[in-house]
DNA sequence: GCGCCTTTGAAGTTT
DNA sequence: AAACTTCAAAGGCGC
């Protein structure tokens, strides 16, 4: 399991998967970092490749047009953990940010928010401080109700991201932003903003690529206000929103909301769990937008399923009408979800392939197949998301989300014969599930254990001290084995299903990560 | 139009 | 405590 709190209670800033990585012998988490990121990229191209023998060639093309890409965004990353660093410091002390010091996750900086309504946009370096912007999956009650659960907005107005991302540049974190914000003006960034972030292809201080900046959570009013849109290039054209916000509705006190309720909590120094401050609006805690609300319209189990509602008060309110304010409150995503939304553009991109289902497959497969620091990364944006998320919705729980999917019913023992007899869930066990012909690997058990994983990786993993030089050179396109033999994440990496599938990964065709394109 | 598919991980519930 | 279930994202596909 992931070490979620890193020391009892102070999981904030708490030293976690990271720390131990480094604390089993890795390498420089600078060095690994790159190589990982290189042996990522070999991995990307190898399957590229090996989707169809005949392209080999572009390979090296490919191969030697990406590298020097990712380097510079190494080290603007490494950049942001210096910032983090010292916004940690600054934290600590006494600034509320103490717990989510994201110290993987990019910082905004932004006018001290102890003193969060600065009349003006002038931000003094000696008062600002960091501030972690998610951009939010907004979608609020109302007209978002009206439509589909899972896609409760139009298209335009859909939080889906994908659309713009730029897959020649995608940085770690690039797929995070999810979120578009109009409330952003697409400007320069005033220098104080950002920070130093260079392009890593012009070396020219660019404004901070979305990724660099903590997409799901909205800003202040005042710095919204005052920050350019840190997404301007991604920012879909004007009018478009990530969001379904209701068009009379959350608009505008949307922003608002988002820092009063949310960020102002979240800045107050006094910050307690249940301090949030309720919307001038009324609006009940949970309805605060945040890019984890969705329209509560989200499927909601027409009976039964009345959970308690009771979790964010107002218990005297008829269930059901309590229930359909409601915002829905998306769960935080977990590593590898934010790895997906990094990685998926770039794999679809990649391969031509759009079915997720597919795409999901690679993805896991790319995900065993990173290096631990890589992984570890995405586990502390993980949990810096959970902890940003708690903090907004001090009440939320995963809880409140069951039975909003009406669904759900896959899942069966993947070995009980019986089961299968009545089980509703026709879960494929073995079947790889690659539309049609688009095989890529052959992944093999379903459980999860179909794919192998390289035996690199693992191996990489499994002993850091094996150069991963070496294992990006063999670059081995991801086999398929799911589970990355015996690469335990164990203690310092959260649990994963990953486990060891050691037997299954013998057997691992370099073949195509990539399903074949059709 | 809705649910499934697929992936991993977190958190909930059940045993 | 372990096992199991649900949900988070994504978008094509089938009914």
Redesign the pocket.
Known sequence: ??Q?NGGGGDDLGANDELISFKDEGEQEEKISANVSSERDLDEVKSSLVNESENNSSSSDSEQTDRRPRLRPELESYEKQREYFAEALRRQQDGGFFKGPTYAGYPFLMIPDITNPYLSNGSLSPSTRTYLQMKWP?LEVPGTAALK???SPTPGHLS?????VQHPHHVHPLTPLI?YSNEHFSPGTPPSHLSPEILDPKTGIPRTPHPSELSPYYPLSPGAVGQIPHPLGWLVPQQGQHMYSIPPGGFRHPYPALAMNASMSSLVSSRFSPHMVPHPPHGLHQTSIPHPAI?SHA??QEPSGDNFGNSTHGSPSVPVKKEEEKRP?I??P?????LY??EM?AKVVAECTL????AI??I??RR??SLSREE?AKY?EL??KE?QLHSQLYPGW???D?????????????PDSPQESNFS?????QC???L?SEKMCDS?TS?H?S??DSPATPSAALASPAAPAATHSEQAQPLSLT??PEGME?SSDM?????ENEESASTFAPPSNSCPRQL
């Open positions: 399991m992931p979620l999956l589909d659960s899972r939080n889906k991201v994908p659309v999810t969705v989200i499927k829905h998306k769960k995503l977990n590593a590898f979800m997906m939304k998926r759009k079915e997720s289902a999901n497959q993805l896991g995900w065993h992984q586990y993980a949990r959970r729980s995963a809880r989300n069951y039975g909003k999917r009406k669904k759900r019913k896959r899942d069966n023992k509703p869930q026709l879960k494929k079947v790889p599930y539309p992944p379903s999860g179909m794919l799911t589970k994440k959260p649990s994963s299903s990953s």
